[in-house]
C-alpha cells in the first residue's frame, strides 16, 4: 500500500517563504501523478498544483508565479517551494498521487499558517 508523508508546514509571516516535501513509499515503481492540495477552514479542499512524471505541471491561478512543484522520481518525492506567501494561503496541504488519477493516495495533512 502506498503511503505519503508530508513535512515542512509551519508559521511564517506574509511575504516569507516555506518548502513542502512529501515522500512516497511502499512501491518501488515511480508514480504518475503527484500533486498538492489545500484545504482551508469553511472551504473545500482545492488543488493547488501537479506534476507528472515527465515533469508537466500545473497551478492554481491563485498560487501561479509563487509557488512551485517539483519531484525527484529516483526518491518518489514531490515538494512545493511557496514564496510571497499570503495569509489566504493559510489552510492545510495535503500531497496527493496516483497511477492514472492524483487522488488515489492521500498523505495525513500540515498546516501552513501565515500571519499578517
Known sequence: ????????????????SLRLSCVASGTR???NAMA????????Q???VATITKGGG???ADSVKG?????????ENTVYLQMNILKP????????????VATNEY????????VSS
Open 1 to 16: 500500500q502506498v503511503q505519503l508523508v508530508e513535512s515542512g508546514g509551519g508559521l511564517v509571516q506574509a511575504g516569507g
Open 29 to 31: 515503481f515511480t508514480l
Open 36 to 43: 498538492w492540495y489545500r484545504q482551508a477552514p469553511g472551504k
Open 45 to 47: 479542499r482545492e488543488v
Open 57 to 59: 505541471t500545473n497551478y
Open 66 to 74: 509563487r509557488f512551485t512543484i517539483s519531484r525527484d522520481n529516483a
Open 88 to 99: 489566504e494561503d493559510t489552510a492545510v496541504y495535503y500531497c496527493a498521487a496516483g497511477w
Open 106 to 113: 492521500w498523505g495525513q495533512g500540515t498546516q501552513v499558517t
